[in-house]
């Protein structure tokens, strides 16, 4: 099952929420589970999709250099990046908890 997953093409796991939501947990563990930033982190909910794109393929290419962000952003495809800019742009940004 497991074989299956990953020989599944991109477009169809596209339709899965779950498979998206899984991707940007990855951006969730740095910059919130809420994606508000803090400690220097931005806050990236809500941004535009366009602009997260554009970011993140340029931390994968070595255009924006970036230790961590430059290692995550190769570890997905452009498409996969492409989803997961889209999943966090449609959240709603929420306030930083008092006191972060």
Sequence with gaps: MLAAMFLRPITALAQDPAYVRGMAAT?????GAESYGHAGI??????DKGDLLQQLKDYKSGVRPATVMQQLANGFSVEQLGLIAGYIAALKPVPAPIGR
């Design 27 to 31: 951006c969730t563990a740095c910059h």
């Design 42 to 47: 931005p806050g990236i909910a809500g941004r």
